[in-house]
């Protein structure tokens, strides 16, 4: 089975959750004889195909990106010529200009849909976009979301007509490299252990404001890893608040980021938006074995983390919470009691194995032509 990936962004340009999510279910679709490829767009799309972890990735140059839309009308080119080798398309929504993409050239052949988030931000053009999402969304032959709870959030899903498959995202453990202990040695000596961890793209949604505020008259340090569009507000912030114990790291390398999870004692989401949907780092979290603290948006993050089990939820947008639960967490009994529950419910539905399976029988069944929109289900 040869299966294309659609979306508008990707490795190595860009780094984020669902670049993971989509990376991740290309290599466990390996696993079980499944050969995938991505194609999405790039400012400078030079070379025009990289590998990536073994995957084929072809990019067409990005004109411009209204509303955080990626536009490049070479994609379109790109895609009928990668219908020649694909047996069928994955896209990942959203992303308005793969609907677009579909209906000029990539309705040939058997197509599926992740649905990874609602439109959030753009609600005016939202209403403008929404009859060409509906039937975009009415020409998938199976649609997936990545958690029970965001069909039964979603605006979208919750009306739609159509039973939705759940597959949860996965991570392989495999893909990660192993914690060196010269590495592991020098930051605990910078960072000391035992602190509070964030990972990820520093975008509006994230809640880091409320996490700077929540680190006032903590008895801990945080670390913030990664960069992005609130970097620089978020330091200002963090200086004006006088946060000593508040670190940014910017982007970290894999080998730093395991050393960094195997030192911290929680890992935090503090998201206040419903475009977190799932929280990649919250998986990356729990399978190293580390308490979660996350934020109730009624979105896969819910999911992930059960509260007083893997770790404590927290009403979003509420630093006074957020303190608390990270004050409670300083308990090391509780963090590690926590930290091997997420550990087990990692194992269970977490896995890129069980990810991946579960994708590989949707893709035979779709190609197959098995009425896979008679079931909604948690696939395993």
Same mark, same amino acid.
């Given at each position: ?30 696993? #079980? ?19 990536? #972890? ?47 993409? #579909? ?135 963090? %200086? ?58 009624? %979105? ?6 059960? #509260? ?42 977490? %896995? ?29």
């Amino acid at each position: 089975m040869r299966v294309l990936h659609v979306y508008r962004t990707f490795f190595p340009e860009t780094q984020g959750g669902l670049e993971e999510a989509i990376l991740q279910i290309c290599l466990g679709g390996a696993c #079980h004889e499944v050969e995938s490829r991505v194609l999405t767009l790039a400012a400078i799309p030079a070379p025009d195909m990289v590998c990536y #972890h073994g995957v084929e990735v072809y990019r067409a140059p990005r004109w411009f990106e209204p509303a955080s839309c990626g536009i490049g009308p070479a994609a379109l080119s790109l895609l009928k010529r990668q219908l020649h080798w694909a047996d069928m398309v994955h896209y990942h929504y959203p992303w308005p200009f793969a609907d677009i993409l #579909h209906f000029l050239g990539g309705g040939c052949i058997p197509s599926l849909l992740t649905y990874h988030s609602d439109v959030i931000r753009q609600r005016w053009l939202g209403m403008l976009y929404r009859p060409l999402r509906d039937r975009f969304l009415r020409s998938m032959s199976v649609i997936v979301a990545t958690s029970p709870a965001y069909v039964a959030t979603s605006p979208v899903l919750s009306r739609y007509p159509e039973p939705i498959r759940v597959i949860p995202l996965g991570i392989d453990e495999s893909r990660y490299p192993p914690v060196e202990a010269e590495l592991l040695s020098r930051l605990r000596d910078r960072y000391g252990e035992g602190f509070f961890l964030f990972i990820g793209v520093l975008r509006y949604y994230k809640g880091l404001q409320f996490l700077l505020e929540a680190a006032r008259g903590l008895a801990g340090r945080v670390l913030i890893v990664g960069s992005g569009p609130e970097d620089a507000s978020l330091r200002r912030r963090a %200086t004006e608040l006088g946060l000593d114990q508040v670190h940014f790291l910017g982007q970290v390398s894999d080998r730093e980021k395991v050393c960094l999870l195997s030192l911290a004692r929680a890992v935090v989401l503090p998201s206040h938006l419903r475009s977190e949907a799932f929280g990649v780092s919250l998986l990356e979290g729990a399978m190293s074995g580390k308490a979660l603290i996350s934020t109730a948006l009624g %979105t896969g993050t819910d999911f992930v983390n059960l #509260h007083s089990v893997t770790g404590l939820v927290v009403a979003p947008a509420d630093a006074l919470q957020l303190r608390q639960a990270m004050r409670e967490l300083l308990d090391d009994e509780l963090a590690a009691r926590m930290g091997a529950a997420a550990r087990r419910r990692y194992e269970d539905l977490f %896995t890129g194995q069980r990810m991946g399976r579960s994708y590989a029988r949707l893709y035979a069944a779709t190609a197959a032509g098995i009425g896979m929109r008679g079931q909604s289900v948690l696939s395993g």
